[in-house]
């Protein structure tokens, strides 16, 4: 167990919806990393999070937001959804910028 | 900008024998972090290993080792006793933190298939 919480950990819903993926980093973690992991892909970094502030922006879409609330967890809004925002969202925390990422388990999403 | 190459898409190993899966990265900085992360059919990120750039003395983890050659820029995993339950994906990862700047780059991959 990486300590990470990723809720829901399934998510299926329709084009054209909004949703939003919830994210608790091990205690401590004061950076929050989303990623985006389509079928056999390899992962897409969205964005950083570093105690509240946006640190770092990477492939994250427009229809795609987050923020880092002051308890340290984070939320991924996807709105607008289409068919290929279908896929695995990670989130990932880090005590400090040397340190490994500790991943959850993942959201699955599925938008038919 | 750092890159981070997995050359080997995919290999395979008999079970009970050793495999070597290949990184090699680009960078100019001399103070980083290399990460090998495992992600089985479940999907799950799980860390197998790192080495501070700073350490000339290879990690190890159990079954679980590295090549660090930092001269060449590779850093290379070697899986020994291989089991059915090493059977995943495996990414190499670049971390620095410099200035300010932070810089954190996977490879792209490669499928390990276990055979029996």
């Known amino acids: 167990d990486s300590g990470v919480t990723q809720t829901p950990k399934h998510l299926i819903t329709a084009t054209g919806q909004r949703v939003t993926l919830r994210c608790s980093p091990r205690?401590?973690?004061?950076?929050v990393y989303w990623y985006q992991q389509s079928l056999d892909q390899g992962l897409q970094f969205l964005i950083h999070?570093?105690?509240?502030?946006?640190?770092a922006k990477g492939n994250i879409l427009e229809r795609f937001s987050a923020q880092q609330f002051p308890d340290l967890h984070s939320e991924l809004n996807l709105s607008s959804l289409e068919l290929g925002d279908s896929a695995l969202y990670f989130c990932?925390?880090?005590?400090?910028?040397?340190?490994?990422?500790?991943f959850g388990n993942g959201t699955r999403l599925t938008v038919t | 900008a750092q890159t981070v190459t997995q050359s080997q898409p995919e290999m395979s190993v008999q079970e009970a024998e050793t495999v070597t899966l290949s990184c090699t990265y680009d960078t100019s900085e001399s103070d980083y972090y290399l990460f090998w992360y495992k992600q089985p059919p479940s999907r799950q990120m799980i860390l197998v290993i790192r080495q501070e750039a700073y350490k000339q003395q290879n990690a190890t983890e159990n079954r679980f080792s590295v090549n660090f050659q930092k001269a060449a820029k590779s850093f290379s995993l070697k899986i020994s006793d291989s089991q059915l339950g090493d059977a995943a994906m495996y990414f190499c990862a670049y971390r620095s933190y410099q200035g300010g700047s932070e810089k954190l780059v996977f490879g792209k991959g490669t499928k390990l298939t276990v055979n029996p």
């Open positions: 205690s401590g973690d004061l950076s």
């Open positions: 999070y570093y105690n509240g502030e946006e640190r």
């Open positions: 990932a925390s880090s005590v400090g910028p040397n340190s490994p990422l500790h």
